[in-house]
C-alpha cells in the first residue's frame, strides 16, 4: 500500500516536530502551576507570557487581549455568551447560513431561549448577501458574528465591510477565524472586530488548545469565572499546550506566509492535473477569493462518501465537508444554502497543508482518477 497521503488539513493538522519539542518539558519537567509564587511556577508563567505575546503578533493584538480557552468552539460561545449577556435588552442577532457547527448550535440555543435569529445567504459561490445583512439590522440587534474563512468551500468574507455596518450602529461583532488564521494574514485592529476566535490544531499546535481576542476586556463577562487569564478564564493553565500554541504562531509569524504562497501553488496545480485527467467536474466556491488550501471539488454521477471510503483504501484521505457533520453523517448544510446540485455532483473536500509535496499531489491525481473511472462504471 501507498505511504499515507493526508489532505484533509482543513479538520486538523499535523502537530509541527518544533511545536512538540518545546512543549515536552512541560509535562515532566517544568510542571509548575503558574499561579505559584515560588520559581517553578514563574518560570512556566514567564514561557506563557512569551507564548501570549506570539500569537498577539500573529493577529496584530495587544497580549492583554488574548485569552487562552480550551478550543475555537469554547472562544466563539464565550464570545457570542459575553455580548448577548453585555445586551439584556436586545434579542436579535444576525449569523450566516455557513457558520461553523460551534455558531450554529449557539444559535439554536439562543433560539429556544427567546432570540430572533437571522441567517444571511449566499450566492451559487457561496458569497454573503451583503445587502440582506444590511436590512437585518433592526434596533434589536445586539452582535453580528460571521466566520472570516469558510471550513468547506474556503471562501473569504469581507470582515472589514461588515465590521463597519456593524460599528455604525453600535453592534457587536465577533469573528470565527479557526480557518483563516496562518492562511492568510490577520490584524484584529485594521479589522475592527470586537472579538475574534481561533484553534491549535488548524495551525500545527495540538487539539486542546485556543484563542479569544477581547478588544474591551473591561465589559467581558467570562463564560468559566476563576482568576486566572486575569480573571476572564477560570481554570489552570493549560501550559504545554498555550507554549506549543506560541512555538506554532512564532512559526506563523518568522515565516510571513511564504510556506502558504507554496501551498497555494501547489492547490492550484492540482486542480489543474485533475482537469485533465478527469472530465465533468466542478469546483465549488468563490474561487477567486478563498483560502489557499482549500478545494471542494466534485465530479459527475460520483458520490462524495463513496469516492472518499475508496480512496481511504488507497491510505489517502480526503473528508466530505466539515469534520463536525461528517462524523455524525450530515449533509453539507453550507452547500445546500449555495444551492449546489448535490445529486448530480456531491463534493469531496480537499484542504492541504505545509507537508504536503507535488509527489504526493501527483500519486493522489493518478488514485483519484481511478477511483472516479471505477465508480462512474458501476
Request: proline share 3%.
Amino acid at each position: 500500500m501507498a505511504n499515507k497521503i493526508y489532505l484533509d488539513n482543513n479538520a486538523t493538522t499535523k502537530v509541527d516536530e518544533e511545536v512538540f519539542k518545546v512543549m515536552e518539558p512541560y509535562f515532566k519537567e517544568e510542571y509548575g502551576n503558574p499561579s505559584s509564587s515560588y520559581s517553578i511556577g514563574r518560570n512556566v508563567k514567564e514561557e506563557v507570557t512569551k507564548a501570549r505575546n506570539n500569537v498577539a503578533k500573529m493577529l496584530g493584538a495587544d497580549p492583554k487581549d488574548i485569552i487562552f480557552t480550551s478550543c475555537g468552539s469554547e472562544s466563539n460561545v464565550t464570545a457570542i455568551m459575553n455580548a448577548v449577556r453585555n445586551n439584556p435588552d436586545k434579542k436579535h442577532v444576525i449569523t450566516t447560513k455557513v457558520e461553523h457547527a460551534s455558531i450554529m448550535e449557539t444559535m439554536r440555543y439562543l433560539e429556544k431561549n427567546g432570540y430572533k435569529v437571522t441567517y444571511v445567504g449566499v450566492d451559487s459561490l457561496g458569497r454573503l448577501n451583503m445587502d440582506e445583512l444590511k436590512n437585518s439590522i433592526t434596533e434589536d440587534t445586539c452582535l453580528i458574528t460571521v466566520m472570516y474563512a469558510n471550513n468547506e468551500l474556503g471562501n473569504v468574507y469581507p470582515i472589514n465591510e461588515i465590521s463597519k455596518i456593524a460599528h455604525e450602529k453600535n453592534i457587536y461583532f465577533h469573528v470565527d477565524a479557526v480557518q483563516a488564521a496562518g492562511k492568510i494574514k490577520i490584524d484584529v485592529k485594521d479589522l475592527d472586530v470586537d472579538s475574534l476566535s481561533i484553534s491549535g490544531h488548524k495551525i500545527n499546535a495540538p487539539k486542546g488548545i485556543g484563542v479569544l481576542y477581547i478588544k474591551d476586556s473591561s465589559k467581558f463577562i467570562p463564560l468559566v469565572f476563576g482568576h486566572q487569564e486575569d480573571n476572564r478564564r477560570g481554570g489552570t493553565e493549560n501550559t504545554a499546550y498555550i507554549i506549543g500554541l506560541g512555538k506554532a504562531a512564532e512559526m506563523i509569524n518568522d515565516d510571513n506566509f511564504s510556506k502558504e504562497k507554496e501551498v497555494e501553488a501547489l492547490r492550484n496545480y492540482m486542480e489543474e492535473e485533475i482537469k485533465k485527467n478527469i472530465e465533468d467536474i466542478r469546483i465549488y466556491g468563490d474561487l477567486d477569493n478563498r483560502t489557499p488550501n482549500t478545494s471542494s471539488i466534485a465530479f459527475k454521477g460520483v458520490k462524495a462518501d463513496e469516492l472518499m471510503l475508496l480512496l481511504e483504501s488507497f491510505n489517502v484521505f480526503v473528508s466530505t465537508g466539515s469534520a463536525c457533520n461528517s462524523v455524525i453523517s450530515l449533509p453539507s448544510y453550507v452547500l445546500a444554502a449555495c444551492k449546489a446540485d448535490l445529486n448530480n455532483y456531491s463534493p469531496i473536500r480537499i484542504s492541504l497543508g505545509k507537508y504536503n509535496t507535488k509527489e504526493e499531489i501527483d500519486e493522489f491525481v493518478k488514485i483519484l482518477s481511478n477511483a472516479v473511472n471505477t465508480l462512474r462504471r458501476k
